[in-house]
């Protein structure tokens, strides 16, 4: 079984390809603020580890490229609230080249295993309005999670997959919906996030699953 996440990328651009993994890029249709980035490639760590990288936002800070030139680093990258296994409520935050302010993400992420099939799906939603969260309509409550301060929350649709080729080797893929929160997005900006930072990061991510073997 291959997942498949809605909204494929058609009318793509190639950003990055080699034997190991390709990086894909679409803006998203006329008049939405909407851009989408596309990662699919190998690693070589079990799917236990790959999950426990790609889940817990505290190691964020350890792989994800902290670029100098231009600026962009995840500053803080905290869970606020685990909402039950395989469900769970995070902050990240990222500095960006001025004149841009900072952007954060308010993530929801839930996770859940196609056991015969070897393959787990996380679901990676942000939270837009903080105030509207209640325990009927989202199944967790808002207790310890602020209001943004100081920074601009993007918003972002999509997931990643694992799934396991052998006791050794992962099949990663992750797609993304993002508004960046931008009334222009350059195309230098786009290729800056998908070679440099898109495809540096899974570089990144792929050394730290083979030191944690």
Same mark, same amino acid.
């Given at each position: ?47 236990? =580890? ?7 936002? #505290? &190691?964020? !800070?350890?792989?994800?490229?902290? +670029?100098? @030139? ?81 920074? =601009? ?7 990643? #997959? &694992?799934? !396991?080729?052998?006791?050794?080797? +992962?099949? @990663? ?41």
């Amino acid at each position: 079984m291959i997942v498949t996440f809605q909204n494929p990328v058609k009318h793509h651009m190639l950003k990055h390809d080699n034997e190991e993994f390709r990086v894909m890029y679409r803006e998203g249709p006329h008049g939405t603020p909407f851009h989408t980035l596309l990662v699919e490639g190998y690693v070589d760590g079990p799917l236990d =580890v790959c999950l426990c990288i790609s889940w817990e936002s #505290a &190691l964020y !800070k350890k792989w994800w490229p902290q +670029s100098s @030139f231009p600026p962009f680093k995840v500053n803080s990258s905290t869970c606020l609230q685990k909402v039950r296994i395989g469900e769970q409520i995070s902050l990240v935050r990222m500095k960006v080249a001025w004149p841009l302010s900072a952007r954060e993400a308010l993530v929801h992420f839930f996770f859940f295993e196609y056991f015969q099939e070897y393959l787990i799906v996380v679901l990676v939603n942000t939270i837009s309005d903080v105030s509207s969260i209640n325990k009927a309509s989202h199944g967790f409550t808002n207790n310890g999670i602020p209001e943004a301060k100081d920074v =601009v929350r993007i918003d972002m649709v999509g997931g990643f #997959a &694992l799934q !396991k080729v052998n006791n050794e080797r +992962s099949n @990663f893929r992750t797609i993304a919906n993002m508004d960046m929160k931008l009334d222009f997005v350059l195309p230098s900006l786009i290729n800056f996030i998908s070679r440099q930072l898109v495809g540096n990061g899974f570089r990144l991510y792929q050394k730290i699953i083979t030191r944690n073997e």
